[in-house]
């Protein structure tokens, strides 16, 4: 009870509380709106982008501990074509020079980035700038992304969502396994995917049998695998796969695989 001539002192609100309760406020508008509407446009929004994030994420923690059992393009094909070739085998099953060869071919830096090569980024967006022969700076984690989560496309949502998705393999999954993921999904010919479905097609033997040239063939015709050829090349593969042979030796030399044959 106050005394004559006292005063009542209100003590202030604590900034926390405020901002606690502004949030709630602002969460509560966002779905429910105001004024008896229901906001469906932005709850569909909010869904949508809650899958988005959810959905890569979900797929990463389960491809962590086992296979996946196709890609969005696999599943493509065999809607559009009737049928593709994808056999799974662990790292251990694989030629150490299929490793070697697409360190050498598609990323050096493979063991030491985090995902992206900015060096590469830049040196690829001025080779197609002084019209070059068009070549992309991804990585083997951004490549690993872009097979396992999104169908094929060439726009800004979709490299944005490959970023998103190469953060969380990297993140999450040791070296190795984005290597063994990469070599068991990626296109080596129509409809035919991983080392071992392309060693049994190309070289009737498996992929633990691949000598260094057959790798450095395979790997050769990474960048267009529908329409560069591993049975009767043309030139450019032909230059192209003596060139990596001699950068795996550099691969060798400078243990630039040691992230991943460590583990094999």
Same mark, same amino acid.
């Given at each position: 009870?106050?005394?004559? %001539?006292?005063?009542?002192?209100?003590?202030?609100?604590?900034?926390?509380?405020r901002?606690? #309760?502004g949030?709630?406020?602002?969460?509560?508008?966002?779905? !429910?709106?105001?004024?008896?509407?229901k906001?469906? =446009?932005?709850?569909?929004?909010?869904?949508?982008f809650?899958?988005?994030?959810?959905?890569? =994420?979900?797929?990463? *923690? /389960?491809?962590?501990?086992?296979?996946?059992? $196709?890609?969005?393009?696999?599943?493509?094909? *065999?809607?559009?074509? %009737?049928?593709?070739d994808?056999?799974?085998?662990? *790292? @251990?099953?694989?030629?150490?020079?299929?490793?070697?060869?697409?360190?050498? @071919?598609?990323?050096?830096?493979?063991? #030491? !980035?985090?995902?992206?090569?900015?060096?590469?980024?830049?040196?690829?967006?001025?080779?197609?700038?002084?019209? %070059?022969?068009?070549? $992309?700076? #991804?990585?083997? #984690?951004?490549?690993?992304?872009?097979?396992?989560?999104?169908?094929? @496309?060439?726009?800004? +949502?979709?490299?944005?969502y490959?970023a998103?998705?190469?953060? /969380?393999?990297?993140?999450i999954?040791?070296?190795?396994?984005?290597?063994?993921?990469?070599?068991?999904?990626?296109?080596?010919?129509?409809?035919?995917? $991983?080392?071992?479905?392309?060693?049994? !097609?190309?070289?009737?033997?498996?992929? @633990?049998?691949?000598?260094p040239?057959?790798?450095?063939? =395979?790997?050769?015709i =990474?960048?267009?695998?529908?329409n560069?050829? +591993?049975?009767?090349?043309?030139?450019?593969?032909?230059?192209?796969?003596?060139?990596?042979?001699? *950068?795996?030796?550099?691969?060798?030399r400078?243990?630039?695989?040691?992230?991943?044959?460590?583990?094999?």
């Open positions: 009870m106050l005394e004559m %001539g006292e005063t009542e002192t209100t003590l202030p609100v604590p900034s926390s509380r901002r606690s #309760s949030i709630r406020q602002f969460a509560r508008w966002f779905w !429910h709106g105001r004024g008896g509407r906001p469906w =446009l932005r709850r569909t929004i909010a869904i949508a809650a899958f988005l994030l959810l959905y890569p =994420l979900a797929l990463t *923690l /389960l491809y962590r501990v086992m296979p996946p059992p $196709g890609t969005p393009l696999i599943l493509s094909i *065999l809607i559009t074509e %009737g049928g593709a994808y056999r799974w085998v662990p *790292l @251990s099953r694989m030629s150490a020079s299929l490793v070697k060869a697409v360190i050498a @071919s598609e990323d050096g830096k493979f063991c #030491s !980035h985090t995902g992206f090569d900015w060096d590469a980024i830049d040196r690829a967006f001025e080779n197609n700038a002084n019209g %070059g022969r068009l070549r $992309g700076g #991804s990585t083997i #984690s951004q490549q690993t992304a872009k097979n396992i989560f999104m169908p094929e @496309s060439r726009t800004m +949502v979709r490299k944005a490959e998103y998705g190469t953060i /969380l393999i990297e993140f999954w040791p070296k190795w396994r984005v290597m063994e993921t990469y070599l068991n999904v990626a296109e080596m010919g129509p409809g035919i995917f $991983g080392v071992e479905a392309a060693a049994q !097609h190309y070289f009737k033997k498996p992929a @633990s049998r691949i000598t040239f057959e790798a450095a063939r =395979l790997t050769a =990474l960048p267009n695998p529908r560069y050829r +591993v049975i009767g090349p043309g030139p450019y593969i032909q230059r192209r796969t003596g060139q990596i042979q001699r *950068l795996m030796g550099g691969v060798t400078d243990r630039l695989d040691a992230c991943v044959t460590r583990y094999r």
